[in-house]
């Protein structure tokens, strides 16, 4: 098959390159050779802004493939201009998404079919928490209008794994793994749901040699995973010693600790956030029926943790979309102190 890659150099867009290569498909990546230019120096590389309808028509130009993954579609205006051009170039469009689309968290077991994210300006381009799930939708909107059902949209989880460049996942495994008492925040039978990137990856090249079709749901796992499962994983992969102390949702809240970013994965069980209980209870039955299959979480943290020892930094990249996750030991070492006088009292 050739395949043309929209990215393909940085944490998901480096695993599908992989799997494509491994088997035996013919790689194109476009991008615009800024990031880790060096990889892949046997695949054909065509540079460009995917905002500028010129370096888009310079690279496609004369081109076909038979399909193409799109994994950095964040502005909808950009999407509908590559879309376009590709329409009559690629058989298949898969377009990487987010679960972000959906405009609720409050829907237990929430499938495809859940209602999804409005804005109320469509023509916003400024990527924000506030409209990246919106925008995304937008994004799926512009490739469908152009691919006329020739689509599929990946609604992809929380991504974890080996070349993150966000510090959610490797911050409990890097935190864990160093031992000695660890603050665990809220509820440690609270539901949590990622995905390892290369089971992400292995998935979306089937569906683009299958060519299939519609919307998908993709995180994972397959079970009802826990904060304390999560949290313990890396404990067993490192041999560590360490302890967890799990502090109250409200205290944390009370000394400004962010949900899901600021320890990553943490939703409180509030009132105030009432309406996020099921962010992490969404369903995937349809990818699965369609062959999507998770490694245990232990081999995706014993591969992140010797990532990580092998000198790797998990680290906020320059991205469309750029988050701030973990706290400091110092900081750490502070709320345990404010926890333990709290309920001395």
Not at 150 to 158: E, Q, T
Not at 172 to 197: F, K, M, S, T
Not at 263 to 280: G, H, I, R, V
Request: aromatic share 8%.
């Amino acid at each position: 098959m050739k395949l043309l890659i929209i990215g393909g150099t940085t944490f998901i867009g480096q695993h599908m390159v992989d799997t494509a290569l491994a088997r035996g498909h013919e790689v194109t990546l476009f991008n615009r050779g800024l990031t880790n230019p060096d990889l892949f120096p046997n695949v054909e590389h065509l540079h460009g802004d995917r905002s500028s309808a010129d370096d888009l028509q310079r690279a496609f130009n004369g081109r076909t493939w038979d399909a193409v993954i799109d994994n950095c579609g964040y502005v909808p205006r950009f999407v509908r201009m590559s879309a376009a051009l590709l329409t009559d170039k690629v058989e298949h469009y898969v377009f990487t998404s987010t679960i972000s689309v959906y405009s609720s968290n409050a829907i237990p077991q929430m499938d495809e079919s859940g209602p999804l994210f409005t804005l109320d300006d469509p023509t916003v381009e400024e990527i924000s928490g506030g409209n990246y799930g919106g925008l995304k939708v937008l994004c799926e909107q512009a490739v469908d209008e152009a691919m006329q059902g020739r689509s599929i949209h990946v609604r992809a989880g929380m991504i974890v794994g080996p070349r993150d460049y966000m510090n959610r996942f490797p911050y409990w495994v890097r935190r864990v793994a160093e031992g000695g008492e660890v603050l665990a925040p809220g509820n440690p039978d609270a539901p949590v749901q990622v995905i390892d990137a290369r089971d992400l990856a292995n998935w979306t090249v089937d569906m683009a040699e299958q060519r299939k079709r519609g919307a998908f749901n993709a995180t994972g796992p397959a079970y009802r995973l826990t904060m304390r499962d999560l949290l313990e994983t890396p404990r067993e992969a490192a041999s560590s010693d360490a302890a967890f102390t799990w502090v109250s949702d409200e205290f944390l809240l009370a000394n400004e600790i962010n949900p899901v970013d600021g320890l990553p994965y943490w939703m409180p069980a509030t009132d105030a956030f009432k309406d996020d209980q099921e962010a992490f209870n969404i369903n995937c039955d349809k990818a699965i029926a369609a062959g999507l299959k998770f490694r245990p979480l232990l081999e995706t943290v014993r591969d992140t943790l010797n990532w990580l020892r092998d000198g790797q930094t998990a680290h906020i990249a320059k991205r469309a979309v750029s988050i701030q996750s973990g706290i400091s030991r110092e900081r750490e070492t502070e709320l345990l102190q404010a926890w333990y006088k709290q309920e001395a009292h």
